[in-house]
């Protein structure tokens, strides 16, 4: 049985699970811990690395997923919201896997939530262009075609009719003005079939707390594409997480340089000529 360890990092809380990537599901129940009121990185690896201790004996050397709200370049974060502006331009995967001396991949958070439904969840077995959008405070998304991830796409900010996307469509919009699901279901309708004419998908995932209520939204949609409510729900982010650290260790495996039979001979050779 394969295990890996997935945390979700957020603005109120540090999350973490060791996954059974068979099943894509947790092998152990969640820990939650209150993220640090001076949320730098420091501060919050001292956090990370007591969930990892926590599971020690369930995943042993297994790799870390972990997720950030923002995007992750190259294991940079470019730019943060929700967390100390001390993350900005970190060295994100260098600096944790030196604090916590395992392999630790850093992904975006809806990218790792999309990688999930797209492995074990609403999404599982579907080819061609899957696009994951969680509407919440604002709209993340995640756009997998054929299982690879596009990461980084930032689609709850396109601009629809002058508005950022998601201060019009995202579920805290309904809140905030107190729309009905009728309403609201007009906005969304405008938001996805836009998301339709820029990349043609084969099918939508809905996920956000609000995908709970599905059934009272998602029926007033006039789509060409199929959408559906997410299953993974709270636990995509810590599932995809953890995919995508095991899949970026093997990945550095394949990409490191092998010694053939004939550079073996050649150092031998070089060897002998120096000890003679």
Do not use: C
């Not at 100390?84 to 995967?93: I, Q, S, T, Y």
């Not at 609000?210 to 789509?223: A, H, I, R, W």
């Amino acid at each position: 049985m394969s295990y890996a360890l997935g945390i979700d990092i957020g603005g109120s809380g540090v999350k973490g699970a060791p996954v059974d990537l068979e099943a894509g599901e947790f092998a152990a129940d969640r820990l939650r811990i209150d993220t640090p009121a001076k949320s730098t990185p420091a501060n919050v690896v001292k956090v990370v690395a007591e969930i990892v201790a926590s599971f020690a004996d369930t995943i042993g050397d297994a790799p870390v997923g972990v997720t950030i709200p923002a995007p992750v370049r190259h294991g940079v974060v470019p730019m943060i919201a929700n967390l100390d502006k001390k993350w900005v331009n970190l060295e994100a995967e260098k600096f944790f896997s030196d604090e916590l001396q395992r392999p630790v991949t850093i992904v975006n958070d809806a990218d790792a939530a999309g990688v999930a439904e797209v492995r074990y969840g609403a999404a599982k077995g579907q080819r061609g262009v899957v696009i994951v959008t969680t509407l919440g405070t604002g709209i993340g998304s995640a756009v997998i075609n054929d299982g690879v991830l596009l990461p980084n796409t930032e689609l709850g900010h396109l601009e629809i009719d002058g508005f950022d996307a998601e201060k019009r469509a995202a579920a805290s919009a309904k809140t905030r003005e107190e729309l009905s699901y009728k309403e609201w279901s007009k906005r969304l309708q405008r938001y996805y079939e836009t998301l339709e004419q820029l990349f043609w998908p084969d099918l939508f995932v809905v996920g956000g707390g609000v995908s709970k209520q599905s059934d009272k939204f998602l029926p007033n949609l006039v789509l060409n594409t199929p959408i559906v409510p997410a299953k993974l729900r709270n636990s995509a982010g810590i599932i995809g997480a953890a995919v995508l650290a095991v899949e970026a260790v093997a990945a550095r495996s394949a990409d490191a340089p092998t010694h053939s039979h004939e550079d073996a001979v050649h150092e031998e050779a070089v060897q002998e000529e120096a000890a003679s």
